[in-house]
């Protein structure tokens, strides 16, 4: 197992246990840090406990991990359906719902538990940091922690500076990226920061494509595939990340910017209001009610 190397954080709260905070807390515990894990529903935890523990499993199968490498990791995770929890953590990953409401209620409480030193990270995929930040009395030791999907997989993490976030805020939440064998890129926050206001607009227009009749789901990822080297095709990538969660984005990119151009797809609104929202409801872009979903 690798070790952390950032000595400094010696617990790290990941705060919401779906698809991200399950990527990164078992990210986290790969690499030799303590795990307070927190979230609002027990069966969401427990779910969220079980995965990790698979996980690991898994690394252990891949040579990633030894066998006592995984029961430490194990051990290293203290999960709780009571934010009290985040007592004891000395730096925070908020990985709650994508809904600013629910986010900064969440960083409320926070507020009123951690040090006024603690850093707190949001893994928002595109709520305004600046304004999360300003929820707390800490906006200057507050950034965004951008993890993308599979997290322990994928090498990027955006960390996003506030109007107000302190360089040494950015320093330490780059240095703990880097101790997860991630690379951590600086950008400013504007809605959709860099990531989601690149991929988005792909993903949209991709579902513009299959609502007007240009190509079927499996053209246009074929397309995107073959004839760009994307590893997905946007359909498949949009059914992995969540239907619900593009069109969120899509939404704060259009009341961010204004333009029309971020105008979210009527089909995905569609497919949304039904809740075929890919992977994780069985049905999107694509069916995959016969297939056993392989991620958290
Ligand atoms: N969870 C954990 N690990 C996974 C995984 C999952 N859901 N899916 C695949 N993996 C692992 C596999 O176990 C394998 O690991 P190994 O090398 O140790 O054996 C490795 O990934 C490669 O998997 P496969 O060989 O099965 O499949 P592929 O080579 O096709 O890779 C992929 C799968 C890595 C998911 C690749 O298709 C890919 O990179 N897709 C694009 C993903 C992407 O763009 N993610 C960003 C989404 S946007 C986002 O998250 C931001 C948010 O704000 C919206």
Do not use: W
Not at 152 to 164: D, F
């Amino acid at each position: 197992m690798t070790q952390s190397i950032n000595e400094s954080i010696h617990a790290v709260g990941v705060v919401g246990s779906g698809t991200m905070g399950r990527g990164i807390a078992h990210t986290l515990l790969r690499h030799g840090y303590s795990v307070l894990l927190s979230d609002a529903s027990p069966h969401s935890l427990a779910a969220a406990a079980e995965s990790i523990s698979n996980a690991l499993a898994g690394d252990v199968e891949k040579g990633r991990l030894t066998e006592a490498g995984k029961r430490q990791a194990l051990a290293k995770l203290k999960t709780s359906a009571e934010l009290a929890l985040m007592v004891s953590a000395n730096f925070i990953i908020e990985a709650v719902t994508e809904d600013f409401s629910v986010k900064a209620e969440v960083l409320r409480q926070l507020e009123t538990l951690c040090a006024p030193e603690v850093i707190f990270t949001s893994n928002t995929s595109s709520i305004s940091i600046t304004r999360l930040a300003a929820v707390t009395s800490r906006s200057g030791q507050f950034c965004g922690l951008h993890f993308f999907n599979p997290v322990p997989v994928m090498k990027l993490v955006e960390v996003v500076a506030g109007i107000e976030t302190l360089p040494e805020t950015i320093e330490k939440a780059s240095a703990l990226a880097v101790s997860l064998g991630k690379t951590p890129i600086r950008v400013n926050d504007f809605p959709g920061f860099v990531s989601n206001r690149v991929l988005m607009p792909m993903i949209n227009e991709a579902i513009y494509a299959v609502m007007e009749g240009v190509a079927d789901p499996q053209a246009v990822d074929g397309v995107m595939k073959l004839g760009m080297n994307h590893p997905m095709g946007p359909l498949e990538l949009a059914d992995m990340i969540g239907l619900d969660v593009c069109l969120d984005i899509m939404k704060v990119l259009y009341e961010g910017f204004r333009d029309s151009k971020y105008r979210p797809c009527p089909l995905l609104e569609k497919m949304v209001h039904a809740r075929r929202l890919g992977r994780k409801t069985g049905q999107g872009f694509y069916d995959y009610r016969s297939k056993a979903d392989t991620a958290y």
